[in-house]
């Protein structure tokens, strides 16, 4: 199928072959029929791509300190990487979507195969949308009229907000598409509205409709007109829908207003305020968040649990489904804002002129079929078979910035990468040579072909795709965690020991030069039986309380999922593995969850490991710190960029680049995978150049531990977690 996409870095509009996405739990599948282009949001996407670099960092002066601060922390060149991957990250446009369901997943139950419905999918021939934000579209409304929709919504919003009852006032500054729709929707209210345009075209537009509208630019002073209409009172109410850097759009809105009047913000502008405009009148001023309560919260739209109607009202989809409602009685036209309809294949007669003045709207029209491909070849040569294949599943930042270069370092023979919507596979299936991208996973699953599964998704589907790809003979890459939940365990364990395949984990810390450096001065292997004291500090950093991974069903939270390496890293050092487990966590109540935390950890040759994990330091210090106390001795690793000896006959220090042993895990991993060791009598062998299988489940059973120690604020045995099928494979490692 075909979508519309946005590089960043060029400035490019192009129109990607993708494969066609799998409808999910919760989502719908929907082929398009028409989409709307938002002309103002898209302009600013389209010109922020063609700017150049200096240019991006006006635009976004908050990424500037960004950028400086990891500059700091991680280095120069690590931070000029990070602004390439993301600048080479395509950024799919559009979000009026109409078109007819293929397909429902689980837990959808109120619509059908058939039906037709607007959603805020992107320009593509067919979408997967959640269903909070999928609203049926009634017989008497055309698609063309439901295409505004969503813009629709939006408009909505800022009024709810606004609030003006019967026979007020009202000022829309900005009559673009979005003012256009305010301007009809308060006249729907019963409020009196003026508009403020600069542009002639769209001031004709909105005259014709009736709408009173003043044109700064020919003249008049739009604040003294609006007072005398208004009998020196002031608009009681007035919307901004304008996107301008200027900052003389508040001071205006404020002087338009009358004392105590509310002003509300759809649109992009400077938000310096002169506290004497709002201090006199005492003015309210809001901004408008999208389509309305639940946008942006993935409780509402990810996991589909409704806003109960008597305590919110108006929610995003019962917005979509008011002005829907608007549109089949009459009340709203939005026809005679229709400027063109455009075939997809000739989108570039819109975004080649984005910055007509005469446009107010643009619609892109599909064709009626569409190849509904879950692979797309990319490759124009047939794909050559080799020993060692390689299929990915998932395709997010990481997999992006981390693990496809390791693995094209390492000369990996990749075939297929997955992803959920398909357009990140196909990125970088074209960046790193891949030959095919899809949205099922289960096709590398079913590829005789594939000999290694690499498993980069989020943390709760990690366990059960590890078991999925075991189950399918192969040998799995999976990035940590393993598992996120005691249960599934054992049930890792039993089905590596059936397949006999190799299952390793992205615990690449223990592949760092530096941290086998630090391994041999300690003694190698031989120093195994001694035990030492081993203190890890992690200046985490803040993540949002929204995030994924802080969600316990979804990432496990981020002790669960990040502190794991550096309880591998410890079981590395010390040659030994956990037998028990204490986690205390910051707060009067902490949650497992919670991301400032330290584990204390027992070895079983009589080591003791401190995971130091915080989230509340500065960006400034450093992130990895590791000491090594043992002989009286001591090791400090700072940040994996320098290593520094204290005791130790003939060293003192070694530093260079960060390296924390990605490229040398993918490296031993492949030679693994390519030169056959793939028996069951030869997984042991692979396991000294790799993981042994037990430190994994050691690991992992420590983090599992760790939880349940925070709960019941005491020691836990580690060997308890999935115990029964651990007791058979630690009789078996044994």
Same mark, same amino acid.
């Given at each position: 199928?075909?979508?519309?996409?946005?590089?960043?870095?060029? #400035?490019?509009?192009?129109?990607?072959?993708?494969?066609?996405?799998?409808?999910?739990?919760?989502?719908?599948?929907?082929?398009?029929?028409?989409?709307?282009?938002?002309?103002?949001?898209?302009?600013?996407?389209?010109?922020?791509?063609?700017?150049?670099?200096?240019?991006?960092?006006?635009?976004?002066?908050? %990424?500037?300190?960004?950028?400086?601060? *990891?500059?700091?922390?991680?280095?120069?060149?690590?931070?000029?990487?990070?602004?390439?991957?993301?600048?080479?990250?395509?950024?799919?446009?559009?979000?009026?979507?109409?078109?007819?369901?293929?397909?429902?997943?689980?837990?959808?139950?109120?619509?059908?195969?058939?039906?037709?419905?607007?959603?805020?999918?992107?320009?593509?021939?067919?979408?997967?949308?959640?269903?909070?934000?999928?609203?049926?579209?009634?017989?008497?409304?055309?698609?063309?009229?439901?295409?505004?929709?969503?813009?629709?919504?939006?408009?909505?919003?800022?009024?709810?907000?606004?609030?003006?009852?019967?026979?007020?006032?009202?000022?829309?500054?900005? +009559?673009?598409?979005?003012? +256009?729709?305010?301007?009809?929707?308060?006249?729907?209210?019963?409020?009196?509205?003026?508009?403020?345009?600069?542009?002639?075209?769209?001031?004709?537009?909105?005259?014709?409709?009736?709408?009173?509208?003043?044109?700064?630019?020919?003249?008049?002073?739009?604040?003294?007109?609006?007072?005398?209409?208004?009998?020196?009172?002031?608009?009681?109410?007035?919307? @901004?829908?304008?996107?301008?850097?200027?900052?003389?759009?508040?001071?205006?809105?404020?002087?338009?207003?009358?004392?105590?009047?509310?002003?509300?913000?759809?649109?992009?502008?400077?938000?310096?305020?002169?506290?004497?405009?709002?201090?006199?009148?005492?003015?309210?001023?809001?901004?408008?968040?999208?389509?309305?309560?639940?946008?942006?919260?993935?409780?509402?739209?990810?996991?589909?649990?409704?806003?109960?109607?008597?305590?919110?009202?108006?929610?995003?989809?019962?917005?979509?489904?008011?002005?829907? $409602?608007?549109?089949?009685?009459?009340?709203?036209?939005? *026809?005679?804002?229709?400027?063109?309809?455009?075939?997809?294949?000739?989108?570039?007669?819109?975004?080649?002129?984005?910055?007509?003045?005469?446009?107010?709207?643009?619609?892109?029209?599909?064709?009626?079929?569409?190849?509904?491909?879950?692979?797309?070849? +990319?490759?124009?040569?047939?794909?050559?078979?080799?020993?060692?294949?390689?299929?990915?599943?998932?395709?997010?930042?990481?997999?992006?910035?981390?693990?496809?270069?390791?693995?094209?370092?390492?000369?990996?023979?990749? %075939?297929?990468?997955?992803?959920?919507?398909?357009?990140?596979?196909?990125?970088?299936?074209? *960046?790193?040579?891949?030959?095919?991208?899809?949205?099922?996973?289960?096709?590398?699953?079913?590829?005789?072909?594939?000999?290694?599964?690499?498993?980069?998704?989020?943390?709760?589907?990690?366990?059960?795709?590890?078991? &999925?790809?075991?189950?399918?003979?192969?040998?799995?890459?999976?990035?940590?965690?393993?598992?996120?939940?005691?249960?599934?365990?054992?049930?890792? @364990? &039993?089905?590596?020991?059936?397949?006999?395949? @190799?299952?390793?984990?992205?615990?690449?810390?223990?592949?760092?030069?530096?941290?086998? %450096?630090?391994?041999?001065?300690?003694?190698?292997?031989?120093?195994?039986?001694?035990?030492?004291?081993?203190?890890?500090?992690?200046?985490?950093?803040?993540?949002?309380?929204?995030?994924?991974?802080?969600?316990?069903?979804?990432?496990?939270?981020?002790?669960?999922?990040?502190?794991?390496?550096?309880?591998?890293?410890?079981?590395?050092?010390?040659?030994?593995?956990?037998?028990?487990?204490?986690?205390?966590?910051?707060?009067?109540?902490?949650?497992?969850?919670?991301?400032?935390?330290?584990?204390?950890?027992?070895?079983?040759?009589?080591?003791?490991?401190?995971?130091?994990?915080?989230?509340?330091?500065?960006?400034?210090?450093?992130?990895?710190?590791?000491?090594?106390?043992?002989?009286?001795?001591?090791?400090?690793?700072?940040?994996?960029?320098?290593?520094?000896?204290?005791?130790? *006959?003939?060293?003192?220090?070694?530093?260079?680049?960060?390296?924390?042993? $990605?490229?040398?895990? @993918?490296?031993?991993?492949?030679?693994?995978?390519?030169?056959?060791?793939?028996?069951?009598?030869?997984? #042991?062998?692979? &396991?000294?150049?790799?993981?042994?299988?037990?430190?994994?489940?050691?690991?992992?059973?420590?983090?599992?531990?760790?939880?349940?120690?925070?709960?019941?604020?005491?020691?836990?045995?580690?060997?308890?977690?999935?115990?029964? #099928?651990?007791?058979?494979?630690?009789?078996?490692?044994?």
């Amino acid at each position: 199928m075909k979508q519309l996409i946005q590089n960043l870095k060029t #400035g490019e509009t192009l129109l990607e072959e993708v494969p066609t996405p799998q409808v999910r739990r919760g989502q719908v599948l929907i082929q398009t029929r028409r989409s709307l282009v938002s002309l103002g949001t898209e302009r600013m996407l389209v010109e922020f791509g063609k700017a150049n670099l200096i240019a991006k960092a006006r635009q976004q002066p908050e %990424k500037v300190k960004q950028v400086l601060e *990891k500059i700091q922390s991680d280095g120069l060149r690590p931070t000029l990487d990070a602004i390439v991957r993301k600048l080479n990250q395509p950024l799919p446009l559009g979000y009026c979507n109409v078109g007819i369901v293929l397909s429902v997943g689980e837990d959808v139950n109120d619509l059908r195969i058939g039906d037709r419905v607007v959603s805020n999918g992107h320009h593509a021939q067919v979408v997967c949308i959640p269903r909070n934000l999928v609203a049926q579209i009634p017989t008497t409304v055309s698609d063309d009229e439901a295409a505004f929709t969503v813009v629709g919504a939006i408009a909505l919003q800022s009024i709810r907000l606004l609030n003006p009852t019967l026979g007020e006032t009202v000022v829309v500054i900005g +009559l673009g598409l979005i003012g +256009l729709l305010t301007a009809e929707l308060l006249r729907i209210n019963g409020c009196y509205v003026i508009g403020i345009e600069t542009n002639s075209a769209k001031c004709q537009v909105a005259m014709q409709s009736g709408l009173l509208v003043f044109n700064p630019s020919s003249g008049i002073d739009p604040t003294k007109a609006i007072l005398s209409l208004t009998n020196g009172v002031g608009a009681d109410g007035v919307i @901004i829908t304008a996107s301008s850097q200027a900052d003389k759009l508040l001071s205006q809105a404020a002087g338009i207003s009358r004392k105590r009047g509310k002003i509300i913000l759809v649109g992009v502008v400077d938000l310096t305020i002169n506290r004497a405009d709002f201090y006199e009148k005492e003015l309210t001023f809001q901004v408008s968040c999208s389509y309305g309560p639940g946008r942006y919260d993935d409780e509402y739209e990810q996991k589909g649990h409704e806003y109960p109607l008597p305590y919110v009202r108006w929610t995003a989809n019962r917005n979509f489904q008011s002005v829907l $409602h608007f549109m089949s009685t009459g009340q709203l036209l939005v *026809k005679p804002f229709i400027t063109d309809r455009v075939p997809l294949a000739d989108y570039n007669k819109i975004y080649g002129d984005l910055n007509s003045s005469v446009r107010i709207a643009s619609l892109l029209v599909y064709p009626d079929q569409v190849a509904l491909n879950s692979v797309t070849d +990319l490759r124009r040569q047939t794909y050559a078979q080799r020993a060692g294949t390689i299929g990915i599943i998932g395709a997010g930042n990481f997999t992006g910035a981390i693990l496809l270069p390791a693995l094209q370092m390492a000369g990996a023979n990749l %075939k297929i990468i997955a992803s959920a919507g398909g357009l990140s596979a196909t990125v970088l299936a074209k *960046k790193f040579d891949i030959s095919q991208s899809t949205t099922d996973y289960r096709q590398i699953l079913s590829d005789p072909a594939i000999d290694l599964c690499v498993i980069t998704t989020r943390h709760n589907s990690h366990a059960r795709l590890t078991i &999925e790809a075991l189950r399918a003979g192969k040998h799995v890459f999976v990035e940590k965690p393993l598992a996120i939940y005691a249960h599934e365990v054992s049930q890792l @364990i &039993e089905n590596q020991q059936k397949s006999g395949r @190799i299952v390793t984990v992205g615990f690449n810390r223990r592949f760092s030069p530096y941290v086998r %450096k630090m391994k041999v001065l300690l003694g190698g292997e031989s120093e195994d039986k001694l035990p030492m004291n081993v203190v890890t500090t992690i200046n985490s950093g803040f993540v949002p309380a929204a995030s994924w991974v802080h969600d316990r069903a979804v990432g496990g939270g981020r002790i669960l999922g990040e502190a794991c390496h550096f309880v591998d890293l410890i079981t590395f050092l010390t040659g030994s593995r956990v037998v028990s487990v204490c986690m205390n966590a910051m707060g009067r109540q902490p949650a497992e969850t919670s991301d400032s935390a330290s584990l204390l950890l027992r070895y079983e040759n009589g080591s003791t490991g401190v995971i130091n994990y915080f989230s509340n330091g500065s960006k400034a210090y450093a992130k990895e710190r590791v000491e090594v106390y043992s002989q009286e001795r001591t090791l400090v690793l700072d940040n994996f960029r320098r290593l520094t000896g204290y005791g130790f *006959k003939g060293f003192s220090s070694m530093s260079g680049s960060q390296n924390k042993g $990605h490229t040398d895990q @993918i490296s031993q991993l492949i030679n693994v995978i390519r030169t056959g060791q793939n028996g069951p009598d030869k997984v #042991g062998k692979s &396991e000294q150049m790799l993981i042994p299988f037990a430190d994994i489940i050691n690991t992992t059973q420590t983090m599992l531990a760790a939880l349940q120690s925070l709960h019941e604020n005491q020691w836990v045995d580690v060997s308890c977690i999935g115990m029964t #099928g651990n007791q058979q494979f630690a009789k078996k490692e044994e």
